[in-house]
């Protein structure tokens, strides 16, 4: 499945940009598209105040990656503290933040990056509307807890007056043919025509696009979109977000851009895109796959696509011979052998 075949489905009405645009290195109010190599600090400054319409991105942990410096939590969200102050400048009266973080783990204890984050959002004057559960199958294993296999996006509005494109984002209902039993409406339709509003868990039961809940697996080793970037997340994650929380012609800023993920999910429904990224190497790989995106030759997981399920005959799938008799192994080697 290429970029192109993505977005053709006439409910959503939607369509790519119609040539490849011109990849801006600095922002313009006539840009369509605009990839910045440098700190988010120095970018943000050029963003008049009151342009974008979403801003959605995955922060640095402070997990001592590669392109990170690990620092104290507290100075880590000071710093950070500045950053959203300025996020906010930007950021039009009707428009969204959306803050994709997982957790913090120091010496063993846990530090949940939403909760610390919720604080800074809210002395701004931020109004929570979702605490959203992106929930995979595989993440960090542990040996002290339990292993870590969720992400929270924190999405805020800065008015009560924002963008909700409910209807881009339905699904269908699990009851279409409920009806209202008492009433004025008695006897007609008590859903919606168009399906019901989607879960603020996104986890792995989907099989398709107008699923209930998202078929979202985090970018592992063998995820078609996986480049060298150690947190990368998928397209997927971002596309919900572009259709609900903004019209075609917004702006939607990224301000940690790492390999491009949020700049293609914008694009690729028609709006217009722009991010920062200090890191040279990411800079290079986001712009190739912005440009192999307009040429349909990007590699992307299909849109609902259900994660693979062993169907258990597969070797790797099988309980080894001397665990069988181990803990819940005993369990599962019984209920194979009397089906």
Known sequence: MNSQQRTTDPIMNLSLFEAPRQIENQYSPDADLVLYHGVVQEFVATIPDNTVSLIITSPPYN???????????????????????????????????????????????????????????????????????????????????????????????????????????????KYPG??????????????NPLGKNPSDIWQVVAQDWEAEIWDIPNVKANHPEKTIHPCQYPVELVERCVLALTDEGDWIFDPYAGVGTSLIASVMYNRRAMGCEKEAEYVDIARGRLHSFFSGTLPLRPLGKPVYVPTGKEKVAQIPDEWKDVGPNRLLEKKRRYK
């Open 178 to 191: 409920k009806r209202h039993f008492k009433g004025p409406n008695k006897g007609k339709p008590s859903g």
């Open 63 to 173: 997990l001592g990656k590669d392109y990170e410096d690990r620092v104290s939590i507290k100075a880590y969200l000071d710093t950070q503290a500045e950053v959203i102050a300025q996020l906010y400048r930007v950021l039009k009266e009707d428009g969204s933040i959306c803050w994709q973080v997982g957790n913090f783990v120091e010496d063993g204890e846990v530090y949940p990056l939403d909760i610390l984050y919720y604080d800074i959002f809210k002395k701004l004057g931020l109004f929570l509307r979702n605490r959203i559960i992106w929930h995979f199958e595989h993440g960090l294993h542990a040996s002290k807890r339990f292993s870590g296999r969720y992400e929270t996006i924190l999405w805020f509005t800065k008015s009560d007056e924002y963008i909700f494109n409910l209807d881009a984002v339905r699904v269908p209902s």
